[in-house]
């Protein structure tokens, strides 16, 4: 039953991942309710393991259909490849308690702006050109792709939101671009968990295969339906993050 429920739960993922992120609320809990007595490194590096090669396959397939601005995000790889691998480092010296009370409310501020913007990422018009734009991305990489290696929720969502916001670009172009930054964030995150021992290899590449069936699938959704669609699925993943994200921060207080 656990191999159904993983694969079940990873193409879910993967669907939801490929269209605007956030396949981490379907598949991290679902690992923590079959193995509630595993290592959370070791649920977090199979999750990872699975999910590295959905956001690989939903990056190829909009490299093919959408306009992906390479002279700004193939230095935004290098510099996300390096803030990841911080942060991971990070989170071993310094606690994430902090982060995760507070993020609720900054993904409260990021859904409230993307509601009272009506036309937001509706239009794809780029704000910068050459070296003004890669420097931009460059921030956004090494700024998320920290966040990443040393917190994760809301990754995706963050990385569209601000190509959305400070770079100009559409909600479908902005998840491109999202997409390929994420897998960069996660092949850090992947090696490193695999480095310490922390992926169950049986498991995650069964989930790896449903994550990519559910991965095409998503893409498929978004480049038929557009930026609007995406901005659709992007408004209930953060209003499901924060559901989430609040829960695990003040759910269990007194």
Same mark, same amino acid.
């Given at each position: 039953?656990?191999?159904?429920?993983?694969?079940?739960?990873? $193409?879910?993922?993967?669907?939801?991942?490929?269209?605007?992120?956030?396949?981490?609320?379907?598949?991290?809990?679902?690992?923590?309710?079959?193995?509630?007595?595993? /290592?959370?490194? @070791?649920?977090?590096?199979?999750?990872?393991?699975? &999910?590295?090669?959905?956001?690989? !396959?939903?990056?190829?397939?909009?490299?093919?259909?959408?306009? !992906?601005?390479?002279?700004?995000?193939?230095?935004?790889?290098?510099?996300?490849?390096?803030?990841?691998?911080?942060?991971?480092?990070?989170?071993?010296?310094? &606690?994430?308690?902090?982060?995760?009370?507070? *993020?609720?409310?900054?993904?409260?501020?990021?859904?409230?702006? @993307?509601?009272?913007?009506?036309?937001?990422?509706?239009?794809?018009?780029?704000?910068?050109?050459?070296?003004?734009?890669?420097? /931009?991305?460059? @921030?956004?990489?090494?700024?998320?792709?920290?966040?990443?290696?040393?917190?994760?929720?809301?990754?995706? &969502?963050?990385?569209?939101? %601000?190509?959305?916001?400070?770079?100009?670009?559409?909600? %479908?172009?902005? =998840?491109?671009?999202? #997409?390929?930054?994420?897998?960069? &964030?996660?092949?850090?995150?992947?090696?490193?968990?695999?480095? #310490?021992?922390?992926?169950?290899?049986?498991?995650?590449?069964?989930? +790896? +295969?449903?994550?990519?069936?559910? =991965? *095409? %699938?998503?893409?498929?959704?978004?480049?038929?339906?557009?930026?609007?669609?995406?901005?659709?699925?992007?408004?209930?993943?953060?209003? +499901? %993050?924060?559901? #989430? @994200?609040?829960?695990?921060?003040?759910? $269990?207080?007194?």
């Amino acid at each position: 039953m656990e191999w159904w429920i993983l694969t079940a739960a990873s $193409a879910l993922a993967g669907f939801v991942d490929a269209i605007v992120g956030g396949g981490g609320l379907i598949l991290v809990p679902a690992l923590f309710a079959v193995f509630p007595q595993a /290592a959370p490194a @070791t649920l977090f590096g199979t999750n990872k393991s699975a &999910s590295v090669w959905g956001t690989a !396959m939903a990056t190829w397939r909009y490299a093919r259909r959408v306009e !992906m601005r390479w002279a700004a995000l193939v230095p935004a790889v290098l510099v996300c490849l390096i803030g990841a691998w911080l942060g991971a480092w990070a989170v071993t010296l310094v &606690s994430a308690e902090w982060l995760r009370r507070a *993020l609720p409310f900054v993904l409260a501020a990021v859904l409230l702006y @993307t509601l009272a913007k009506k036309e937001l990422g509706r239009h794809h018009r780029p704000r910068y050109q050459g070296r003004a734009e890669a420097l /931009a991305a460059c @921030t956004i990489g090494g700024t998320i792709g920290f966040y990443d290696g040393f917190f994760g929720p809301g990754t995706g &969502s963050f990385f569209v939101f %601000l190509f959305v916001r400070w770079l100009g670009y559409d909600f %479908l172009s902005a =998840s491109a671009a999202a #997409k390929l930054l994420n897998t960069t &964030s996660n092949v850090a995150a992947v090696a490193l968990f695999a480095w #310490k021992g922390h992926v169950w290899w049986h498991y995650g590449l069964a989930m +790896a +295969a449903a994550n990519v069936a559910g =991965s *095409l %699938l998503g893409t498929r959704l978004a480049l038929r339906h557009g930026a609007g669609f995406v901005r659709g699925v992007f408004i209930a993943v953060v209003t +499901a %993050l924060i559901a #989430k @994200t609040t829960w695990d921060a003040y759910g $269990a207080l007194p």
